[in-house]
């Protein structure tokens, strides 16, 4: 009788707040022509990289309005058949320059390390 006395105190206040200030959430389109987005980056500037699963990877201005050139397109050397494959991630170096970011060409690929291979553990 205690505990149930003692939940009602506590809850009501809360019923009570939630029936006189609701919370309004509204979703707005701010990008399209995404293919299945699954990662967001900020290299430090005023744009956002979204990564496709597929393996491309497009720029959205800070006018949201996204790139028809892609930052990176490696779809050829990704897998993406699955829920879980295919490029799923981006992160930049702190260190590195704006302009480098800019100009890069050159990019690591992490995947799977076949056992017994260099590198393997």
Do not use: Y
């Amino acid at each position: 009788m205690k505990r149930t006395l003692l939940a009602l105190t506590l809850t009501l206040p809360m019923l009570l707040s939630a029936q006189l200030n609701p919370v309004r959430i509204a979703l707005h389109n701010w990008a399209t022509g995404l293919n299945r987005p699954v990662w967001l980056a900020n290299a430090g500037d005023d744009r956002l990289f979204v990564v496709q699963q597929g393996g491309i990877i497009k720029i959205i201005t800070d006018s949201m309005q996204v790139m028809s050139t892609p930052f990176l397109n490696i779809t050829s050397a990704v897998n993406s058949n699955g829920n879980e494959q295919g490029l799923l991630g981006l992160a930049f170096d702190p260190n590195m320059p704006l302009t480098a970011i800019s100009t890069c060409t050159t990019f690591l690929e992490v995947g799977t390390v076949p056992a017994g291979s260099p590198g393997s553990m």
